[in-house]
T-cell receptor
Framework: DAKTTQPPSMDCAEGRAANLPCNHSTISGNEYVYWYRQIHSQGPQYIIHGLKNNETNEMASLIITEDRKSSTLILPHATLRDTAVYYCIVRVADYGGSQGNLIFGKGTKLSVKP | DVKVTQSSRYLVKRTGEKVFLECVQDMDHENMFWYRQDPGLGLRLIYFSYDVKMKEKGDIPEGYSVSREKKERFSLILESASTNQTSMYLC??????????????FGAGTRLSVL
């Protein structure tokens, strides 16, 4: 799997957009970008995923650069409840067997401040 | 709404005890996973199941076993708990659809302390 690089921490003011970057310069053509987050003392939560087009859902938007070497997760109006560790994961979609496990790196600790 | 339920949020056990961690999902998912999460080590896969009665070892299966008698339930068993098994245990499930394989839904976690 392609390696990802994320800043260890970021701050964001409440109500402002939070833009979380992820570098994945060795991504392969069949690898997707997935984002999860983990709020303190809870299990990880799936946010969004994409291949090459930008994606949006009720939680966030995912912007993937044209060369696919980096992406940005956007939380359009961050709230205090968005304070969490955000993980960017690059994976081939179709994994079978125990290779289907997700490999979480260190992620970005996002602190949303009032 | 998708739901993965772990039987306990916090558990305290003594060394040598047999410990059962239960996980139930209501999404009719084929795949279920047990991870443990430790500071600085991230999530590590213990066991995986892709069908009833089927299981595969993950990266750190030693000291653990699992049981999947029904599709919705996946149990993690610590045969003889040891202090180095003190950790946060996370259960997850996913569907077998191509993209859906990597969309895993997690429970809230069980924080196990072995004294």
């Amino acid at each position: 799997d392609a390696k990802t690089t994320q800043p260890p921490s970021m701050d964001c003011a409440e109500g402002r957009a939070a833009n979380l970057p992820c570098n994945h310069s060795t991504i392969s053509g069949n690898e997707y970008v997935y984002w999860y987050r983990q709020i303190h003392s809870q299990g990880p939560q799936y946010i969004i995923h994409g291949l090459k087009n930008n994606e949006t859902n009720e939680m966030a938007s995912l912007i993937i650069t044209e060369d696919r070497k980096s992406s940005t997760l956007i939380l359009p109006h961050a709230t205090l409840r968005d304070t969490a560790v955000y993980y960017c994961i690059v994976r081939v979609a179709d994994y079978g067997g125990s290779q289907g496990n997700l490999i979480f790196g260190k992620g970005t600790k996002l602190s949303v401040k009032p | 709404d998708v739901k993965v339920t772990q039987s306990s949020r916090y558990l305290v056990k003594r060394t040598g005890e047999k410990v059962f961690l239960e996980c139930v999902q209501d999404m009719d998912h084929e795949n279920m996973f047990w991870y443990r999460q430790d500071p600085g080590l991230g999530l590590r896969l213990i066991y995986f199941s892709y069908d009833v009665k089927m299981k595969e070892k993950g990266d750190i299966p030693e000291g653990y076993s699992v049981s999947r008698e029904k599709k919705e339930r996946f149990s993690l068993i610590l045969e003889s708990a040891s202090t180095n098994q003190t950790s946060m245990y996370l259960c997850a499930s996913s569907s077998t659809g191509t993209l859906a394989k990597n969309i895993q839904y997690f429970g809230a976690g069980t924080r196990l302390s072995v004294l």
